[in-house]
């Protein structure tokens, strides 16, 4: 059967030659993260629990998910969190299937409680958290379309659509770095720095601006001499950095909120301001692609926690990206790529109501030589959309 696959030439200014272009990420540690990653890191536990006992992924949805901020008393030395975090768990998931019940409640805790400890350290999880798991059951229409249909490929779970682009602006990939950067090396290198980072980048013409928000880990900063010069430290080694992916003048800020006299600082027990005010949901922070990024078309989908098997919020936001690099990286004399996928409720998740893949050629470049490669790219990509599955499962792909 063939795909209703469309190629389309557009006529429109390349991002970078836009004036003002605006990019975000929300780090590790951010509240809206925390839920994601925590919702994601359930769905792989599920599916690893459901292989290991039934040799099948099963139906669950864990994309909902509250993080629910605590209240705490920073200060330089040391404080405490007074009021704990909580963190709801919430969605649905097979519990029995063929004579064998699973510990869906317990999985999820357990996978919680872990992705915690990866991301953020200074957390005592025996005082300063509450995990409360609601998971239910999925609904039966639902765990019926789960099931694949005759090509053994899944059906989808739901008419939706997902959306990705090809390649990265200069600013998304610095955005993305520093965020990185932050995350991987500068907090490892000055333990200060803690896990909830915000990095927000403006380019205004040739000029690139980031502002940046970081928790500092109060036990590990002795005054405010300290917490100044890591800030110091952070703008030259993040301003450094930047040079390594452009030639544009870039400037960063640090935690500009800081005011000096009246010693307010961003200061934090645990390393997230989800300890003191700061609430997270499953699906309000990044994309699927791991950024936040107005001049592109977006998808509102929740990608994280979703089932990694047939639903479409997951898969072809995971996938459109894909598409869209591999056109980028097999076809000469695109400047940009735009993939959109829809899905219709119950129809093989290979076949989308329509792959929608929109370029913009290089000057010189005649989109009729280059629109049949287009297309072989996109029907070879959802030949092998199955594969998606297990690279999520494994954490080759990232969700947020």
Same mark, same amino acid.
């Given at each position: ?66 993080? +629910? ?6 200060? =330089? ?90 390649? =990265? ?20 290198? @000055? ?11 403006? @380019? ?28 110091? =430290?952070?703008?030259?080694?993040? %301003? ?10 870039? %400037? ?106 929109? +370029? ?39 969700? =947020?």
């Amino acid at each position: 059967m063939s795909r209703n696959i469309r190629v389309e030439a557009l006529n429109q200014v390349p991002l970078e030659q836009q004036r003002i272009e605006l990019v975000e990420r929300k780090g590790i540690g951010h509240p809206d993260s925390i839920a994601d990653g925590i919702a994601e890191s359930i769905s792989r536990a599920l599916c690893r629990a459901y292989m290991e006992e039934a040799g099948a992924y099963l139906h669950h949805n864990t994309d909902q998910g509250e993080i +629910v901020a605590g209240e705490s008393r920073p200060k =330089f030395g040391g404080g405490r969190v007074i009021r704990p975090i909580y963190v709801l768990l919430v969605g649905r998931a097979t519990k029995e299937f063929e004579g064998i019940t699973f510990p869906t409640d317990a999985i999820a805790v357990e996978a919680a409680h872990d992705h915690l400890r990866r991301t953020i350290p200074h957390l005592d999880h025996e005082r300063d958290l509450i995990v409360d798991c609601r998971i239910g059951v999925g609904s039966t229409d639902l765990q019926d379309v789960f099931r694949p249909c005759d090509s053994h490929v899944p059906r989808a779970n739901d008419t939706s659509f997902g959306v990705g682009h090809a390649p =990265f602006s200069e600013t998304e990939t610095i955005v993305r770095e520093v965020s990185r950067y932050i995350d991987e090396d500068l907090s490892k290198r @000055r333990h200060m720095i803690g896990q909830d980072v915000k990095v927000m980048g403006l @380019r205004d013409g040739d000029r690139i601006t980031l502002t940046i928000g970081c928790a500092m880990v109060d036990r590990h900063c002795a005054g405010l001499d300290e917490y100044m010069d890591t800030k110091a =430290f952070m703008k030259e080694e993040i %301003e450094a950095l930047c040079r390594r992916y452009t030639s544009r003048a870039c %400037e960063a800020h640090v935690n500009t909120a800081d005011s000096l006299e009246n010693c307010s600082v961003f200061l934090t027990v645990t390393g997230t301001s989800a300890e003191m005010g700061d609430d997270g949901s499953v699906g309000r922070g990044n994309r699927a692609n791991g950024l936040i990024t107005p001049n592109r078309p977006m998808s509102m989908e929740a990608t994280s926690g979703k089932n990694p098997i047939n639903h479409i919020g997951k898969i072809y936001n995971i996938l459109s990206s894909q598409i869209a690099n591999a056109c980028v990286e097999q076809v000469d004399g695109i400047e940009e790529c735009y993939v959109r996928l829809l899905s219709q409720i119950g129809h093989p998740i290979d076949h989308p109501l329509v792959a929608s893949v929109q +370029v913009l050629p290089r000057a010189g470049v005649a989109f009729d030589k280059v629109r049949r490669s287009l297309e072989e790219i996109v029907d070879g990509e959802l030949d092998e959309i199955t594969c998606v599955t297990e690279k999520v499962i494994s954490g080759e792909y990232t969700t =947020f």
